[in-house]
């Protein structure tokens, strides 16, 4: 008497390759029915049937196995439904993720030659109101946010006046290494009392080249990288934080298209006086 379905027979029946059944096995995902002591010779029932059919579902939706075992091990359907409900999710986030790298990638190769125009300008310190951390590279636009809510915030509280645009520093660790400095300040007169993560800061002078970034930041490493090609290219390229000033930002709009940016690269100005 047969002790059930072959390897063979078995992937014939759910289209799932002998090679695709073995790591089922090892990994404790789809185990045989029956192990031949003598021969090794795996066999399948076709009660398993169903349930590899929906194995390999969830894995064709890249499904972890951890996840698909407990997708499996659910008596209750709600159990299974809210698993399964939950990997969707995450699906649809990676879509629209993909979605936006694709519109990112097509807005690069239609970009025109050229470039921003950019300027030199020279800055002077300027008294402001910071936090200062040091942070990860991958947090950069979530701390950049909170810290420019909380500065706005304190500014309003305490009635302090604003002297110029909201701006940030960003260390060359940051992108080299992804782990560096960041600083995030307005420019304010003097009269801040010091709370929480707030506390005065003095914008330091610098020479830059300075170019205007529209919309959103997910983007913005184009114009730092005309930037950077700008400096290299004409030899007055220095070490220094990279620098943005928020001519609009989210706490004037919520529409990230009305957004601008000027990016400033620290250069050696020979011309300056």
């Known amino acids: 008497m047969r002790a059930g379905l072959t390897v063979g ?10 090679k695709t059944l073995r790591h089922y096995h090892d990994v404790g995902l789809l185990e045989p ?10 066999y399948y029932s076709l009660d398993q049937v169903p349930p590899a059919q929906v194995i390999r579902r969830l894995r064709g939706l890249d499904m972890p196995v951890a996840d698909v075992k407990a997708v499996l091990a659910a008596e209750a359907v709600a159990d299974r439904n809210k698993l399964i409900s939950a990997h969707l999710d995450r699906l649809e986030t990676k879509l629209v993720e993909a979605r936006a790298a694709v519109d ?7 970009r025109a030659p050229g470039g921003p125009v950019i300027e030199h300008r020279s800055v002077p310190a ?20 909170g810290a420019l809510g909380e500065l706005n915030g304190v500014i309003g509280a305490q009635h302090l006046r604003r002297t110029g ?10 992108y080299e290494h992804e782990r560096g400095e960041a600083v995030v300040f307005v420019p304010v007169e003097a009269g801040l009392r010091p709370v929480g993560r707030v506390t005065a800061f003095v914008v330091p002078p610098a020479e830059l080249a300075i170019a205007v970034h529209p919309g959103p930041l997910n983007d913005i490493d184009l114009t730092y990288g005309d930037l950077g090609t700008y400096a290299a290219r004409h030899e007055i390229g220095v070490e ?12 004037e709009t919520s529409a990230e298209a009305e957004w601008r940016t000027e990016v400033g690269w620290p250069i050696f100005r020979s011309d300056a006086t």
Do not use: C
């Not at 029915?33 to 795996?42: E, L, Q």
């Not at 220094?240 to 706490?251: A, M, N, Q, S, T």
């Open 9 to 18: 027979e078995f992937s014939r029946v759910t289209h799932l390759s002998a």
């Open 33 to 42: 029915a029956d192990v031949d002591p003598a021969t090794g010779y795996r």
């Open 104 to 110: 990112d990638l097509r807005d690069l190769l239609r």
């Open 126 to 145: 300027q008294p402001a109101i910071g936090i200062r951390a040091v942070i990860d590279r991958a947090d950069v636009l979530s701390w950049w946010q």
């Open 165 to 174: 645009p909201s701006g940030g520093l960003f260390d060359s660790d940051l």
């Open 240 to 251: 220094g934080p990279l620098r943005e000033y928020y001519l609009r930002d989210p706490i």
